[in-house]
């Protein structure tokens, strides 16, 4: 029997960009629903790169350690050319870590190890992701979205505050709402699968070339796992046999070898490469979020870690909302976020039409994401306007600090949560603002509660004294102001759902106390009218 039940929001869609938003709703204390058509978790890898903005990310999530653990770095890449050589390639200059930015690994975590390491931070948020519900139908109107959904338990109506399609390139969603996704089929198939196999050894990225440039072959071994990646172009019409025989029949062929034996075949796949991106992000009070809004070529490792982000700036304006904060604030998620997708495929295609015919190719700074701004948002202020160095709607630098009780600690330490940092630099005790829920309010410099002893946090935000830098939940800066603009702070969180709550005034605190004070007189007389009554009665009971 059909059941009702009531949400704030429901997140339709269980990959990375649907967990994402669970785990930011669920700390910030939201009810959501997580539905996820799949009878089980995702089994494959096609999304295995985590670039450095999305490690920071992960840190903030609480999952950056296991996340490392349990994948691991990308290996150095072997090619093998059609002349019987090889030679070891370089995919891009290794960046060294800085205390601004302290990832720069190539991380590879499959997507299924990945997806799994959020799904465990769920739970230890106390929520789940309900498996084999699939979103049937849904309509909305000024105050709910009303949506039906099904699966192995039933039937069941659920009403939410918003919805939010996170349900991947096909998605249900965005076509429910008729929503375009204009783009191109960039005319390139590839097949992928993770397959356990002998004959290549572990530590190496192996890339052949050996049977011409369009019948490559890339085999790569999944950190953290004992299976293989297989990666390869195939022809656009052709039937791919994605059984252990037909791709032993594919490796052989590419790689030139009867020596490396498949034994299994985890997970398989064939795609056709696009670069599509959504005509809008929002219809009323339903969203989209990662692949359900763009999509992307493999190259250059950038669709999921956009995905991650995606929600990762969604999650916190929608808890803000939830909470009271004018809906305008909502219509900044699709104007910051749209414009980066749209980076990232034109970044993703130009590195796709580079591969042609190449076994590797180099990647740059612009994919590891730490460049990424939303520089002239609604969000951004700056008092007076900054002309060089970081500026609001920059990334947040991270520094290396130490707290006034001596110990040493990181400005991202400082950040790691759902609230809201205020930075003041060299700045009196006296905070700017009056303290309030979801604002943490920091005073760097010699007389402060931190410590910049090596001028990190100076040199990287570009600080004067006086100045204060205001630090979102997502890690970006929303503000930087001098000490003669602080006045600006106010109205600005205010809009941004960091409102201070309204205090008793000082005539009812006053009032307070004199009524404590008076109370204090009461008792006191009737202890001592106690004390002597009890004097009385002893006097006459106590023989003389």
Not at 63 to 80: C, E, F, H, K, T
Not at 250 to 277: F, H, K, M, N, P
Not at 423 to 448: A, F, K, Q
Request: proline content about 6%.
């Amino acid at each position: 029997m059909p059941k009702d039940s009531n949400t704030d929001v429901l997140i339709c869609g269980a990959g990375a960009a649907g967990l994402t938003l669970a785990i930011e709703l669920a700390r910030r204390g939201v009810d959501f629903r997580l539905i996820e058509k799949l009878d089980g978790p995702f089994r494959g890898s096609r999304g295995k790169g985590i670039q450095p903005r999305t490690q920071e990310v992960f840190e903030d999530l609480g999952i950056i350690d296991r996340v490392v653990a349990s994948g691991g770095i990308y290996p150095p890449v072997l090619a093998y050319r059609p002349d019987g050589t090889t030679e070891w390639m370089a995919t891009g200059d290794i960046e060294q870590p800085t205390p601004a930015e302290p990832y720069h690994m190539r991380l590879m975590s499959p997507q299924f190890l990945t997806e799994a390491a959020m799904r465990e931070r769920l739970a230890e948020m106390g929520r789940r992701v309900e498996f084999d519900r699939e979103l049937k139908s849904f309509k909305q109107n000024a105050e709910c979205v009303t949506a039906r959904i099904a699966g192995a338990r039933g039937r069941e109506t659920i009403r939410a505050r918003y919805l939010v399609g996170a349900d991947g390139g096909r998605s249900f969603v965005r076509r429910a709402l008729g929503i375009g996704f204009p783009g191109d089929q960039l005319g390139v198939r590839f097949v992928c699968a993770d397959v356990i196999l002998e004959g290549l050894v572990r530590d190496t990225w192996h890339q052949f070339m050996v049977s011409g440039p369009d019948k490559w072959m890339a085999v790569a071994p999944l950190m953290g796992t004992d299976l293989f990646q297989l990666q390869g172009p195939i022809p656009l019409e052709a039937e791919i046999d994605l059984s252990v025989k037909g791709l032993q029949r594919i490796v052989a062929e590419r790689t030139g070898r009867d020596d490396i034996v498949l034994r299994s075949v985890s997970w398989a796949s064939t795609y056709v490469v696009g670069a599509r991106l959504a005509d809008t992000y929002r219809v009323g009070r339903v969203f989209l979020a990662g692949d359900a809004a763009h999509i992307h070529p493999a190259t250059g490792a950038q669709g999921l870690n956009t995905s991650v982000q995606d929600a990762y700036n969604l999650g916190w304006k929608l808890a803000a909302v939830l909470r009271g904060t004018p809906d305008t604030l909502l219509a900044t998620y699709e104007a910051e976020r749209r414009p980066i997708a749209a980076e990232m495929l034109g970044l993703a295609s130009k590195l796709l039409n580079e591969a042609a015919g190449k076994v590797v190719i180099k990647r740059g700074r612009e994919v590891l994401q730490l460049d990424l701004s939303y520089r002239g948002s609604g969000l951004a202020l700056e008092r007076p306007k900054r002309a060089a160095g970081i500026a609001a709607g920059d990334r947040a630098p991270d520094a290396a600090v130490r707290g006034a009780g001596g110990l040493p600690t990181r400005l991202f330490k400082l950040f790691q949560g759902p609230h809201w940092t205020l930075l003041g630099y060299e700045t009196d005790r006296r905070p700017p603002v009056e303290p309030r829920d979801g604002l943490r309010i920091h005073h760097v410099g010699p007389r402060g509660d931190i410590i910049d002893d090596g001028g990190q946090v100076r040199d990287a935000y570009g600080l004067s004294p006086g100045d204060w830098v205001l630090v979102r939940p997502d890690g970006y800066v929303g503000a930087i102001v001098s000490g003669a603009e602080i006045s600006a702070l106010d109205p600005y969180l205010a809009s941004a759902g960091v409102a201070a709550k309204p205090s008793r005034s000082g005539a009812v605190r006053r009032a307070g106390r004199s009524g404590r004070t008076g109370s204090h007189v009461v008792r006191w007389f009737i202890a001592a009218l106690v004390l002597a009554i009890l004097g009385v009665a002893a006097g006459m009971i106590i023989p003389r």
